[in-house]
């Protein structure tokens, strides 16, 4: 598609929501190869040690050959080849049987080990079925992430089978963060530039309390690693993810809010929500170990806005909003003057990582007037932001997203002035009051 032209009309739109709604059978839009629509997925987000990386990578692979061969009910048609970084089709013989040696040539170089596949002819559409795995050097910032798409008609039919798998899963990887519910997919591929995927997840928003928006490339960086008292607020390093199905709640998440796991089991303390305990072995960011918590609230659903918020997923954001990523970059190109197209800026992506809120009117009042405060103490103080060349009203650290890293954060006393920058790559410049200065 052309980025100067509307992707869908207000009356494809309503098609769109009407077909996405009425079955179980995947309706995507857009040009061939590039077709794209909501679909059910699950992304795991590691922290692993250079240590760790040899053991990470074999389980990456194994929880694979366990989907590829027990699990999905349609053939994966493009399989990723990490020595030669190429997709090639299913069955080809240049792809390898054995995939440790490419594990250990990654290791030798201190590189991401990679494996994907997608039951698509195309990385850039929406797979009812893919894989994709990225296992970190264990160096940088980098979480190690997998994220698989998974068929809902299958899911449907096969709830049992899928929850079992899943609890494998976080038994061996034991994540820092996990995500499940629906998305606009993307496979997890770190195709950079979708476009067509930003707008979508833009216009759904509006529709769908219940989606979800999962981009392992640009959400990857944590802040364990750290020699300086800098945050990445724009990625899942910061906080969680307002959750939208199922969501984990690791030792180190836990402790960050400050509650036991009997006092998170008491908050959402309710028939219909399923959490299961996850032993966590002891290691450098929870070196006391402990349980993870899989939370699941009720029933797989996109819960359209016309029918109201989802009381449940109200709930589980009251609890976690003290540590939510409110920040969380969900663009994967910055925005631009004159874009036809709705997609989110920093603000609407504010409004919308707080839309259970009890003080939120999104996605508009005409639809959701506001009803009122939402009397948690605890949480930012949104109304702490300025704009390039003011004079700040609260003395501390103020910060930018769109200035990246250290260049984005300044210490000021109140009546001090902010830089005069106004516009970057990024987009408009706006500053927002961090917190009291480290002393």
């Not at 039919?157 to 494998?168: D, E, K, L, Q």
């Not at 509650?259 to 309710?270: H, W, Y």
């Not at 918590?293 to 029918?307: A, N």
């Amino acid at each position: 598609m052309s980025t100067a032209e509307l992707f869908l009309e207000p009356d494809e739109i309503k098609d769109f929501v009407k077909e996405t709604l009425a079955d179980d059978m995947l309706y995507r839009v857009g040009d061939e190869g590039r077709e794209i629509g909501i679909c059910p997925f699950i992304s795991f987000y590691i922290y692993n040690t250079s240590g760790q990386f040899l053991s990470i990578a074999d389980q990456v692979v194994a929880l694979f050959r366990e989907l590829e061969d027990r699990i999905i009910d349609e053939p994966f048609r493009l399989i990723w080849r990490d020595d030669t970084q190429d997709w090639l089709p299913a069955g080809d013989r240049r792809l390898p049987t054995d995939l440790r040696p490419s594990i250990l040539a990654a290791q030798r170089n201190a590189q991401d080990f990679w494996i994907m596949a997608t039951d698509r002819d195309s990385d850039a559409a929406t797979a009812r079925w893919s894989f994709a795995g990225i296992v970190n050097d264990g160096i940088g910032a980098d979480y190690t992430r997998l994220k698989i798409t998974f068929r809902e008609r299958w899911y449907r039919r096969n709830p049992s089978t899928w929850h079992a798998f899943v609890i494998r899963c976080l038994q061996r990887l034991q994540p820092d963060h996990c995500y499940s519910g629906f998305e606009v997919g993307n496979g997890g591929f770190n195709i950079l530039g979708a476009y067509e995927c930003d707008v979508l997840e833009r216009i759904c928003a509006d529709h769908f309390y219940g989606m979800d928006i999962d981009h392992p490339a640009r959400m990857r960086f944590h802040n364990f690693n750290r020699t300086s008292d800098y945050v990445n607020h724009v990625a899942l390093g910061a906080g969680i993810r307002t959750p939208t199905w199922c969501f984990m709640l690791s030792p180190y998440w836990q402790a960050r809010l400050g509650k036991t796991e009997a006092q998170i089991r008491a908050e959402l303390d309710d028939p219909r929500i399923e959490i299961t305990s996850i032993p966590y072995e002891p290691n450098a960011i929870y070196p006391q170990g402990g349980n993870g918590l899989w939370i699941r609230l009720g029933e797989l659903d996109l819960h359209p806005v016309d029918k109201g918020l989802p009381e449940l997923l109200v709930k589980a954001n009251r609890l976690i909003r003290p540590i939510r990523c409110d920040h969380l970059q969900l663009l994967t190109l910055d925005p631009w003057d004159d874009d036809p197209n709705p997609r989110f800026d920093h603000d609407s992506s504010l409004r919308w990582m707080r839309r259970f809120d009890d003080d939120s009117d999104w996605p508009d009042a005409q639809r959701r007037p506001p009803a009122g405060g939402s009397g948690d103490e605890s949480a930012p103080d949104e109304r702490l932001k300025a704009l390039p060349g003011e004079a700040v009203s609260r003395e501390g650290v103020w910060w930018t997203p769109a200035i990246a890293g250290e260049a984005g954060r300044v210490t000021l006393a109140v009546g001090e002035r902010l830089p005069t920058l106004e516009r970057t790559g990024y987009g408009a410049v706006v500053w927002y009051w961090e917190g009291e200065a480290p002393r």
